[in-house]
């Protein structure tokens, strides 16, 4: 009777068997640390048999008193010494491969040898003749060769699919790079246009003011000459004419260091590469086939398709800048084609694969046929 008032006292109240690593709640209780772990995990964090809440959750503290009673109540009494070696049982048999040092069942402290693959769980040869008697079995060792087998293979696909992920963040990052290239050539150019017009002007206003000051230096000298007619003292006359001297010559009007064809070329240029960035964006590319664990896509570089571009005539002008060649010509996306255009002024190029068609534009660049940077 006192050994059944004890066992109630180490009987856990939510899988209702003896405490298997007990831990104890602030509130004084104690449970088997996976049953509380999974109470908390669909439930509310708060003691079952208190209902004391714990909004923050508990730290669970391993009983370690509680522990050391249960091994002894598992263990038992000492067997007394029997002269009769026949009915003599011997030393409990070793753990099975797998179950770890000391690992016996909850129920019937038994060592677990078996996996009852009906319930997920280890148990002992005592399981298996009453629980889990009709349940799918096998040996610990069996059991986990086979999920280690299953482990590797999914182990390899998920590496399979971080490489694949990997591999198209760098592709989502050098398209990123290459947009953001063709906005600082934009910006650049832009600036470009700035400085040249601001500079146009500035030179403007220099001739204005020269001539201005030519007008009056030529009306002073009217004056004076007409001053000087109207004299009637000849003596006066001479010596104030040979004082009188004309203003210099006006000298050729400078022409203004303006020219709009290659200002606008440059952004002639990026309008047609905008074209072909919105042309390409419109038909997204199809992604490849899935594996195994998820639909992990990745686009074929070969079934891209480049968007034909307007063919224009080289620009007019000894300023040595030209425009894009065909489109139809060059077997890339617009995208690769923007990271293999130079940006102007200090901008670096964005390093591509394509080097073949990167050494043709810079050919077509030396010979005055290439896209301006």
């Known amino acids: 009777m006192d050994a059944q008032k004890l066992e109630d006292k180490l009987t856990c109240a939510i899988c209702l068997e003896l405490y298997l690593e007990p831990v104890t709640l602030p509130c004084g209780h104690n449970f088997c640390g996976d049953c509380i772990r999974d109470w908390w995990g669909c439930r509310d964090k708060a003691c079952p048999e208190c209902r004391e809440h714990f909004p923050d959750g508990a730290e669970l503290r391993r009983n370690v008193a509680l522990t050391g009673v249960l091994e002894l109540m598992r263990a038992g009494p000492a067997p007394a010494p029997d002269p009769d070696p026949a009915p003599a049982l011997g030393p409990d048999p070793a753990p099975a491969p797998g179950s770890g040092p000391g690992a016996r069942c909850p129920r019937h402290g038994q060592p677990l040898e078996f996996f009852c693959r009906t319930e997920g769980r280890c148990v002992c040869s005592a399981c298996t003749v009453n629980e889990c008697r009709l349940h799918e079995r096998a040996l610990l060792d069996t059991e986990r060769r086979e999920r280690e087998a299953q482990l590797r293979a999914m182990l390899e696909v998920t590496q399979q699919q971080a490489t694949e992920a990997e591999s198209q963040l760098k592709e989502l990052q050098e398209q990123s790079s290459q947009v953001q290239a063709l906005e600082t050539r934009r910006t650049l150019a832009l600036t470009d246009i700035e400085v040249a017009k601001t500079q146009a002007l500035t030179q403007a206003q220099d001739e204005e003011r020269r001539l201005r000051g030519h007008l009056e230096a030529l009306a002073h000298y009217d004056r004076r000459v007409r001053d000087l007619l109207e004299r009637w003292d000849d003596q006066t ?122 050494r043709k534009l810079w050919q077509s660049k030396e010979t005055g046929t290439g896209v301006c940077a």
């Not at 042309?279 to 490849?288: I, N, T, V």
């Open 237 to 358: 006359f001479l010596q104030e004419s040979q004082l009188l001297a004309p203003p210099g010559p006006l000298g050729p009007l400078a022409p203004l260091q303006w020219d709009e064809e290659q200002q606008l070329s440059g952004v002639e240029s990026l309008s047609r590469l905008y074209g072909l960035l919105l042309d390409e964006g419109s038909h997204p590319r199809a992604p490849a086939e899935a594996a195994d664990l998820g639909p992990v896509g990745k686009a074929d570089p070969r079934s891209r398709s480049t968007p034909p571009g307007p063919a224009g005539p080289p620009t007019a002008g000894g300023s040595g800048v030209g425009t894009l060649p065909p489109m139809s010509s060059l077997p890339v996306t617009a995208l690769t084609l923007l990271c293999l255009l130079e940006a102007p002024g200090p901008l670096a190029p964005v390093p591509s694969p394509v080097c073949p068609l990167r």
